[in-house]
């Protein structure tokens, strides 16, 4: 079965680090999303893609960058990690033209 | 830009009985999908239920059902028949139809009581 899955479920790294968290999907879907979910703000949009070679930033984008050299893969890197990018992260998938997005498990990040 | 809003941080129902969630988005545009995403505490997000904003009838899935309110700016879930596995946060998320992304709201805590 198609699949999004993400790695690793759980990390903890300390401050100025840089960290990359993995997203894989089987879907085979054009676009790819990178969440972050924290209390009271629900899920925010930290970047995006819409095929290979394509990202973009979302809303918040700072400290973060992705890069996405085929389709199935959208990785998620923190260049230096700060205490408040201490979050839950989610990866989504969907197909162009269809509404729903699928999401990965969630990595819990811990930056101390 | 759109926002959406989840103005009950919390809620609580009794097993069997029915909720209702709030949910309010502020867009300008005419044409757009609305989402319920249910999240366990296994944190896996969960499609509850869609609406297109061009379509008139509320949707429907077994026990979730919908009041999209248009004009309003209303989207509110309705769960019936309250199970233990119902117990979640619930998120509403709204997408234009003319782009990809996904706006959600802060979510509203379920609790279920036996």
């Known amino acids: 079965d198609a699949e999004i899955t993400q790695s690793p479920r759980h990390k903890i790294t300390e401050t100025g680090r840089q960290v990359t968290l993995a997203c894989h999907q089987t879907?085979?879907?054009?676009?790819m999303f990178w969440y972050r979910q924290d209390l009271g703000h629900g899920l925010r949009l930290i970047h995006y893609?819409?095929?290979?070679?394509?990202?973009n930033k979302g809303e918040v984008s700072d400290g973060y960058s992705v890069s996405r050299s085929n389709t199935e893969d959208l990785p998620l890197t923190l260049e230096s990690a700060a205490s408040s990018q201490t979050s839950v992260y989610f990866c989504?998938?969907?197909?162009?033209?269809?509404?729903?997005?699928?999401f990965g498990p969630g990595t819990r990040l811990t930056v101390l | 830009a759109q926002t959406v809003t989840q103005s009950q941080p919390e809620m609580s129902v009794q097993e069997a009985e029915t909720v209702t969630l709030s949910c309010t988005y502020d867009?300008?545009?005419?044409?757009?999908?609305l989402f319920w995403y249910k999240q366990p505490p296994s944190r896996q997000m969960i499609l509850v239920i869609r609406?297109?904003?061009?379509?008139?009838q509320n949707a429907t899935e077994n026990r979730f059902s919908v009041n999209f309110q248009k004009a309003a700016k209303s989207f509110s879930l309705k769960i019936s028949d309250s199970q233990l596995g119902d117990a979640a946060m619930y998120f509403c998320?709204?997408?234009?139809?003319?782009?990809?992304?996904?706006?959600f709201g802060p979510g509203t805590r379920l609790s279920v009581l036996p």
């Open positions: 989504a998938s969907s197909e162009s033209g269809k509404n729903e997005q699928f």
């Open positions: 867009t300008s545009e005419s044409d757009y999908y």
């Open positions: 893609s819409y095929g290979v070679q394509d990202t």
């Open positions: 998320a709204y997408r234009s139809a003319f782009g990809q992304n996904f706006v």
């Open positions: 879907w085979n879907h054009n676009n």
């Open positions: 609406q297109e904003a061009y379509k008139q």
